[in-house]
């Protein structure tokens, strides 16, 4: 008992009171910017992309391909791309995630979380889901498997995430679907009941990654079923995981 009033004074409270108004600080690389007019037309950056998840003319950053290496960033001699440490990355549409030169904070925060009414309805208040694992690496599930400790505690808004597809009122996956995940993934989804949500987390799960060419991908499990929520990252950080599903579910 003495001990943990030990650590308790040491450390003083570990949970983050308000995780919207939480700060991540550098090496992390979030929300990205774009200054079109400082842009050379070089190619430097998008030739130096693992996951060519930048085009030029105009030039664009698609937050769903990008692993957030900072490699553009570094390559590009007019600092035309430049990554902040802001964390709220989440879109319910594909096509939010692409960033451009018009695009500021604002402009991403406007535009990226449509907070459907059905959603708000049935699961603001609790919001289970079933963690997949679908070919990920583990840097994704490590933190999404930290979404719920002391420090984020998801839990205290709701949501949690349960072990069993028949208990969750969706499905969030990670990894970049090879083949012999396909088919697990496809009974996980048909093992959930209605109504159901899909949240794809992680770049690799977004658009493949690094892996997008791969042969041995099967990824039809995302032309068969709807994705509600996209949270790009490489890996995902707890913040911007928990403050989209948030942000999703209009709490």
């Given amino acids: 008992m003495f001990e943990i009033f030990k650590v308790i004074k040491n450390q003083g409270s570990q949970a983050i009171p308000d995780l919207r108004k939480a700060e991540?600080?550098?090496?992390?690389?979030?929300?990205?910017?774009?200054?079109?007019?400082?842009?050379?037309?070089?190619?430097?950056?998008?030739d130096i992309c693992p996951s060519?998840?930048?085009?030029?003319?105009?030039c664009t950053l698609d937050m769903g391909k990008c692993?957030?290496?900072?490699?553009?960033?570094?390559?590009c001699a007019e600092n035309a791309i430049e990554f902040s440490n802001f964390h709220g990355l989440a879109a319910t549409d594909r096509e939010g995630l692409i960033i451009d030169g018009r695009t500021d904070k604002i402009i991403f925060?406007?535009?990226?979380?449509?907070?459907?009414?059905d959603i708000q309805g049935i699961f603001g208040r609790s919001l289970k889901l079933?963690?997949?694992?679908?070919?990920?690496?583990?840097?994704c599930e490590w933190e999404l498997n930290a979404c719920g400790n002391v420090n984020f505690d998801m839990g205290r808004y709701g949501i949690d995430i349960v072990a069993s597809p028949r208990h969750a009122d969706g499905l969030l996956i990670s990894g970049p679907i090879p083949s012999n995940m396909a088919r697990a993934l496809d009974d996980a989804w048909h093992s959930t009941p209605e109504p159901k949500i899909v949240i794809l987390a992680g770049a690799c799960a977004i658009s493949g990654g690094i892996f997008q060419d791969s042969v041995a991908l099967d990824r039809g499990f995302l032309e068969k079923y709807p994705v509600d929520l996209y949270i790009p990252?490489?890996?995902?950080?707890?913040?911007?995981v928990v403050c989209g599903i948030m942000d999703f579910l209009g709490i």
């Fill in 24 to 46: 991540v600080h550098f090496p992390f690389r979030g929300l990205p910017s774009i200054k079109e007019r400082n842009c050379g037309k070089c190619s430097a950056c998008a």
């Fill in 52 to 58: 060519g998840a930048i085009t030029l003319n105009p």
């Fill in 67 to 75: 692993i957030f290496c900072g490699d553009c960033e570094r390559a």
């Fill in 109 to 117: 925060l406007d535009r990226a979380i449509k907070v459907r009414n």
């Fill in 130 to 139: 079933r963690q997949v694992s679908a070919g990920g690496c583990n840097g």
């Fill in 233 to 240: 990252g490489c890996p995902v950080h707890p913040l911007a």
